[in-house]
């Protein structure tokens, strides 16, 4: 073993010009790398407590300059948003992943035929992507845990990071996507059912009906529609009075005769959604009514199809067994009186059996318009065979004829429709099959 060069300090410290730093490097020389203990052990020991602290150091400093110079959004799948978010980034051209997953939507045409469409958006995971200049950091993510309560989807959020001072950006970016997003809706009706407690689009926006396109007897369309346009102009007048701003419709007739039409065509020409609830739906029950209806999505009219059976539900239930479930009339009229939004309410109610309402549901503030769309009269015949035959009027005067003579009467306007739509482009075999109508659904078959 080697023994360690001594030396003078005293010596040194003489010779020197004076210069304590070096007397010091030279101390610390003698201490660390002379010394056979410290370079044994307690060295590396001092060594790596410094490159922890230096670590530590630079992972707060990351931290202090990320606080400072970074900016993070964070938009939770619950959000509107979200889906605009995607939707956009699938379609945005620079981005730079190559991680798509894909979603699936249901739709269901009139007919129950069920089709699918995929679209493809940016998988859960990191992205970056690059937009006006900027980087952004976009972090899709699922919680392994949490459930969306909703529809038992996993729960998910998408964090944007950008740099601080190109923040500004993410109002730019999500204008930018929600524009994209009501284009695609534009021109479009979105139908919305109910999800557990909540509102859910049901497929894609679907293309709007022309409010023409529903042959509605004399001015039976004009008069709903000059009675919605009129309430939704009167807001200031029902706040000063303080009304309750709702309005109110009953369509009531035979199956088939377009009420539900109708009222499709009329949301497209207002520009509104439609939120639709079936109440012979058995898993719907007052409480979800009640919260569903207060939570309407903004410019959407509520269509409660088959009114009549809440009425009904009672019977049912009480045979069956099951006094819960299913809606109640008092839980109809609870959720009917109980609205209390600022924004308009309007309610669209339909039913083939009128006379099983009890009165309650009829009073003004529940229902303030009725309105019977029965079968054809003549007017909606000719209507009809003129809107699919062109120009056909001698034709259409042949057509007529035949059914007076026949003595059809009780006809509607979606066996017509069927009729029509058999005979496509042939109106002369229309004739010839009229006495089919009086049979319903012959010719369907
Ligand atoms: N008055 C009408 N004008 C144009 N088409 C109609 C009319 N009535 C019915 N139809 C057509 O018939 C079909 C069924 O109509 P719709 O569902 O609107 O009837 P509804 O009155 O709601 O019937 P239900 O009482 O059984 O719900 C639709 O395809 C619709 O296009
Ligand atoms: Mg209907």
């Known amino acids: 073993m080697t023994s360690p060069p001594s030396f003078d300090l005293e010596k040194i410290k003489a010779e020197s010009d004076g210069s304590y730093s070096l007397i010091a490097s030279l101390a610390f020389n003698?201490?660390?790398?002379?010394?056979?203990?410290?370079?044994?052990?307690?060295?590396?020991?001092?060594?790596g407590t410094g490159l922890a602290l230096a670590r530590l150091g630079v992972s707060k400093g990351a931290l202090f300059l990320y606080r400072q110079m970074l900016v993070d959004l964070e938009i939770p799948s619950k959000d509107k948003l979200y889906l605009w978010f995607l939707e956009w980034m699938s379609q945005y051209k620079n981005r730079s992943s190559r991680h798509l997953s894909v979603e699936t939507n249901y739709i269901q045409h009139d007919n129950g035929a069920v089709s699918t469409k995929f679209s493809l958006v940016p998988g859960p995971g990191k992205h970056l992507l690059r937009y006006k200049g900027a980087f952004m950091l976009v972090n899709r993510e699922r919680s392994g845990k949490l459930l969306d309560m909703t529809n038992g989807a996993p729960f998910e959020t998408v964090t944007l990071t950008t740099l601080y001072r190109d923040q500004y950006l993410f109002g730019e970016m999500l204008e930018e996507a929600k524009k994209i997003a009501l284009k695609a809706r534009e021109g479009k009706t979105v139908l919305y059912t109910s999800w557990g407690p909540e509102w859910r689009p049901f497929g894609q926006p679907r293309k709007k009906r022309m409010l023409e396109s529903v042959i509605l007897d004399s001015n039976i369309r004009q008069s709903i529609v000059d009675d919605v346009q009129d309430f939704l102009k009167s807001g200031d007048w029902y706040h000063k009075r303080g009304i309750p701003y709702r309005r109110g419709y009953l369509?009531?007739?035979?199956?088939?005769?377009?009420?539900?039409?109708?009222?499709?065509?009329?949301?497209?020409y207002l520009d509104y959604n439609i939120c639709i609830l079936n109440l012979a739906e058995s898993n719907l029950t007052d409480d979800r009514l009640n919260h569903l209806m207060?939570?309407?999505?903004?410019?959407?009219?509520?269509?409660?199809?088959?009114?009549?059976?809440?009425?009904?539900?009672?019977?049912?239930?009480?045979?069956?067994?099951?006094?819960?479930?299913?809606?109640?009339?008092?839980?109809?009229?609870?959720?009917?009186?109980?609205?209390?939004?600022?924004?308009?309410?309007?309610?669209?109610?339909?039913?083939?059996?009128?006379?099983?309402?009890?009165?309650?549901?009829?009073?003004?503030?529940?229902?303030?318009?009725?309105?019977?769309?029965?079968?054809a009269s003549e007017f909606q015949v000719e209507q009809m065979f003129l809107r699919f035959y062109d120009n056909e009027h001698e034709l259409c005067q042949q057509f007529l004829h035949k059914m007076r003579q026949l003595k059809i009467s009780k006809?509607?306007?979606?066996?017509?429709?069927?009729?029509?739509?058999?005979?496509?482009?042939?109106?002369?075999?229309?004739?010839?099959?009229?006495?089919?109508?009086?049979?319903?659904?012959?010719?369907s078959f």
């Open 30 to 47: 003698e201490v660390v790398v002379n010394n056979p203990y410290f370079a044994a052990g307690g060295g590396l020991m001092l060594l």
């Open 251 to 268: 369509l009531y007739g035979p199956p088939g005769s377009g009420k539900t039409s109708f009222i499709q065509a009329l949301a497209g």
């Open 294 to 375: 207060n939570h309407l999505p903004d410019r959407s009219l509520l269509l409660l199809e088959d009114v009549d059976a809440a009425f009904n539900k009672r019977e049912q239930t009480e045979e069956k067994g099951y006094s819960n479930a299913g809606v109640t009339f008092s839980g109809l009229l609870n959720a009917l009186d109980g609205v209390a939004s600022a924004e308009e309410c309007i309610t669209f109610m339909t039913t083939n059996h009128p006379e099983k309402l009890d009165p309650a549901l009829l009073r003004p503030g529940r229902v303030d318009f009725k309105v019977l769309i029965d079968n």
């Open 411 to 443: 006809v509607s306007t979606a066996q017509l429709q069927g009729l029509f739509v058999y005979n496509k482009d042939d109106p002369q075999g229309a004739i010839t099959m009229v006495e089919t109508l009086g049979a319903p659904n012959t010719h």
